[in-house]
């Protein structure tokens, strides 16, 4: 078994970061106004990498912290709750926005390209109401997860609009409470769903103190799981097949670029010390449970409602509402483990990983994982608990090599308290066929683009 890494909670790296520029939907972490989050760190990412060095950055400061080398400029902005994104190889990006949160604003596609290369969207084309969390672009389709459905539109690299109307790959998924918010990714010819959990932990009454656990879970007939289906019209939810079970949340979802492997980035529960008082103190709360970095793989079980991972121990243990005491194991022996063990609370709501060559050699094949920041640290001093950009270096298997290190930050800004006053919180990254990165933020709409303007060796 691969080792698995975690942070501790000290070894936060807003302090080894220099700046390259100068200068929900309910109560779950599904990257609405009520995300996850906690504390941790990562190790350092302000050296030059490759000789990159300070350099002058073209344009306004958009107001990142990045590493030495390293420019962003602000591709759009307030385009609405901007989630997931998907490019097509001639360039063009398409943003799914997400209804408003009172329903309000039912959310579309909005499209964007930047003929001149300057990193500024100067052409938008919006369409597609409702729109959704989720969108994957293949072979002159585009899929769009919406709350309920996924549809694929015809839409020929090129293109920004659809050329025809779209097609209902599957409808009727359940939605509503902690987590209803879908997203797609591929696997093979097929297309992977994630359908998270209804509730925290699958308690009798979610969220209540010392409200017992449900066993068996009545939600893992239908949620806390990816689906899988095959990519034709007119299925229900009934007509695909369970690929990972026992998952609460994985909106950060994605399949490797080389390898066709599925990962993804696990969003872990909430309220140990809330809902347990006796048994967790708030320092606990703070570090537990981790956000879980894997490898997805058909018929693996991660476990929850039963069990949460402990970074400090290093292992999944048995969940308070089963009876748990903080050490027990129990039936969690045979829970999946994270390759690597994220700062609890974070929210990870996007992950891409990096096949281009525009960036330091260092970066290629790693994964860059978008956090949505902390709910629970309204008043932070010092370090932000998420709200960033994270690099996990990986092997070619997807294996980490490495332990995480902040990438990109400084998208909270300074209002307090957090998230309401935070300027913008990310959600999804993704790579241009030019090698550099696009970050999506939902609270203020922006998309930026991420480009390294040192020196290659």
Same mark, same amino acid.
């Given at each position: 078994?691969?080792?698995?890494?975690?942070?501790?909670?000290?070894? @936060?790296?807003?302090?080894?970061?220099?700046?390259?520029?100068?200068?929900?939907?309910?109560?779950?972490?599904?990257?609405?106004?009520?995300?996850?989050?906690?504390?941790?760190?990562?190790?350092?990412?302000?050296?030059?990498?490759?000789?990159?060095?300070?350099?002058?950055?073209?344009?306004?400061?958009?107001?990142? /912290?990045?590493? /030495?080398?390293?420019?962003?400029?602000?591709?759009?902005?307030?385009?609405?709750?901007?989630?997931?994104?998907?490019?097509?190889?001639?360039?063009?990006?398409? @943003?799914?926005?997400?209804?408003?949160?009172?329903?309000?604003?039912?959310?579309?596609?909005?499209?964007?390209? /930047?003929?001149?290369?300057?990193?500024?969207?100067?052409?938008?084309?919006?369409?597609?109401?409702?729109?959704?969390?989720?969108?994957?672009?293949?072979?002159?389709?585009?899929?769009?997860?919406?709350?309920?459905?996924?549809?694929?539109?015809?839409?020929? /690299? %090129?293109?920004?609009?659809?050329?025809?109307?779209?097609?209902?790959?599957?409808?009727?998924?359940?939605?509503?409470?902690?987590?209803?918010?879908?997203?797609?990714?591929?696997?093979?010819?097929?297309?992977?769903?994630?359908?998270?959990?209804?509730?925290?932990?699958?308690?009798?009454?979610?969220?209540?103190?010392?409200?017992?656990?449900?066993?068996?879970?009545?939600?893992?007939?239908?949620?806390?799981?990816?689906?899988?289906?095959?990519?034709?019209?007119?299925?229900?939810?009934?007509?695909?097949?369970?690929?990972?079970?026992?998952?609460?949340?994985?909106?950060?979802?994605?399949?490797?670029?080389?390898?066709?492997?599925?990962?993804?980035?696990?969003?872990?529960?909430?309220?140990?010390?809330?809902?347990?008082?006796?048994?967790?103190?708030?320092?606990?709360?703070?570090?537990?449970?981790?956000?879980?970095?894997?490898?997805?793989?058909?018929?693996?079980?991660?476990?929850?409602?039963?069990?949460?991972?402990?970074?400090?121990?290093?292992?999944?243990?048995?969940?308070?509402?089963?009876?748990?005491?903080?050490?027990?194991?129990?039936?969690?022996?045979?829970?999946?483990?994270?390759?690597?063990?994220?700062?609890?609370?974070?929210?990870?709501?996007?992950?891409?990983?990096?096949?281009?060559?525009?960036?330091?050699?260092?970066?290629?094949?790693?994964?860059?994982?978008?956090?949505?920041?902390?709910?629970?640290?309204?008043?932070?001093?010092?370090?932000?608990?998420?709200?960033?950009?994270?690099?996990?270096?990986?092997?070619?298997? %997807?294996?980490?090599?490495?332990?995480?290190?902040?990438?990109?930050?400084?998208?909270?800004?300074?209002?307090?308290?957090?998230?309401?006053?935070?300027?913008?919180?990310?959600?999804?990254?993704?790579?241009?066929?030019?090698?550099?990165?696009?970050?999506?933020?939902?609270?203020?709409?922006?998309?930026?683009?991420?480009?390294?303007?040192?020196?290659?060796?």
């Amino acid at each position: 078994m691969a080792k698995r890494r975690f942070f501790e909670l000290a070894m @936060v790296a807003a302090a080894t970061i220099t700046i390259g520029c100068g200068d929900d939907d309910g109560n779950g972490d599904d990257g609405g106004a009520g995300a996850d989050a906690g504390s941790g760190g990562g190790a350092d990412a302000g050296a030059a990498p490759d000789g990159g060095g300070v350099v002058s950055c073209p344009g306004d400061d958009p107001g990142l /912290d990045l590493p /030495d080398g390293f420019c962003a400029t602000i591709m759009a902005t307030s385009l609405g709750r901007a989630r997931h994104m998907a490019v097509t190889p001639s360039g063009d990006l398409f @943003v799914a926005v997400a209804p408003t949160v009172n329903g309000s604003d039912p959310g579309e596609i909005v499209a964007l390209r /930047d003929a001149d290369g300057d990193g500024e969207a100067e052409t938008q084309e919006r369409f597609g109401e409702p729109g959704g969390n989720g969108i994957a672009w293949r072979d002159g389709q585009l899929y769009v997860a919406g709350n309920e459905s996924v549809l694929r539109y015809p839409l020929p /690299d %090129g293109e920004l609009v659809p050329t025809g109307p779209p097609t209902a790959i599957v409808s009727g998924l359940v939605t509503g409470a902690d987590h209803p918010v879908k997203s797609v990714a591929f696997a093979g010819d097929d297309i992977l769903v994630n359908i998270g959990s209804a509730t925290n932990s699958c308690q009798a009454q979610n969220r209540m103190v010392e409200s017992p656990g449900l066993d068996p879970c009545p939600e893992l007939d239908v949620r806390a799981a990816i689906f899988r289906f095959a990519d034709t019209e007119g299925q229900s939810q009934a007509d695909g097949e369970p690929f990972v079970v026992g998952a609460r949340n994985v909106t950060a979802l994605t399949t490797h670029p080389i390898t066709g492997a599925i990962i993804g980035v696990i969003n872990g529960r909430d309220e140990l010390a809330q809902d347990w008082p006796d048994l967790y103190t708030e320092e606990d709360d703070d570090r537990l449970p981790s956000e879980e970095y894997g490898v997805l793989a058909e018929g693996q079980d991660w476990g929850w409602p039963y069990c949460y991972h402990d970074p400090i121990q290093d292992r999944k243990v048995l969940a308070p509402e089963y009876g748990g005491d903080g050490t027990m194991v129990g039936r969690c022996e045979a829970a999946e483990p994270p390759l690597a063990a994220l700062p609890a609370h974070w929210a990870p709501l996007g992950i891409a990983i990096y096949d281009g060559d525009a960036l330091p050699e260092r970066y290629r094949g790693g994964a860059f994982i978008a956090f949505h920041g902390s709910r629970y640290e309204p008043e932070p001093e010092g370090d932000i608990p998420g709200y960033n950009v994270m690099f996990l270096p990986l092997d070619a298997n %997807g294996t980490p090599a490495g332990e995480a290190e902040m990438f990109a930050g400084g998208f909270a800004g300074p209002g307090r308290p957090l998230p309401d006053q935070a300027e913008h919180r990310p959600v999804s990254v993704t790579q241009a066929p030019d090698g550099s990165l696009y970050v999506s933020s939902d609270k203020s709409g922006h998309v930026w683009r991420i480009f390294y303007a040192g020196q290659q060796d």
